[in-house]
């Protein structure tokens, strides 16, 4: 079945940067578009990042474009978000999904199948 193993995650101060890896197994991710979603505390879980599996087109969330990097490794069944310049607001658990194919992604929830990793906790603080 599909899952997902989410890795990467830890204590940061404000400035610094960690990468996130989303381990996938169950399917094959050439075909599908994957997302990376967070959820902070009390708040619902948001769209950060996507990355189409056509051709590897990527998108971003306003609140990050600009310090975030989505990337996959269809080899190695890996899809990666670096992040770079991490603010306290970007505190939460992240997750990956994956959504069908086609020639973009989006961050909207309701279009990813609901198959969730237990995410991994991103803590940004001095």
């Known amino acids: 079945q599909v899952q997902f193993v989410e890795s990467g995650g830890g204590l940061v101060q404000p400035g610094g940067s960690l990468r996130l890896s989303c381990a996938a197994s169950g399917f094959t991710l050439d075909y599908y578009n994957i997302g990376w979603f967070r959820q902070a505390p009390g708040k619902e879980r948001e769209g950060v990042s996507c990355?189409?599996?056509?051709?590897?087109?990527?998108y971003y969330a306003g609140s990050v474009k600009g310090r975030f990097t989505i990337s996959r490794d269809n080899a190695k069944s890996t899809v990666y978000l670096q992040m770079n310049n991490l603010k306290p607001e970007d505190t939460a658990v992240y997750y990956c999904?994956?959504?069908?194919?086609?020639?973009?992604?989006?961050?909207?929830?309701?279009?990813?199948?609901?198959?969730w990793g237990q995410g991994t906790l991103v803590t940004v603080s001095s």
């Open positions: 990355v189409t599996s056509s051709d590897g087109t990527t």
């Open positions: 999904a994956s959504e069908n194919s086609g020639s973009s992604c989006s961050l909207r929830r309701d279009r990813y199948l609901e198959v």
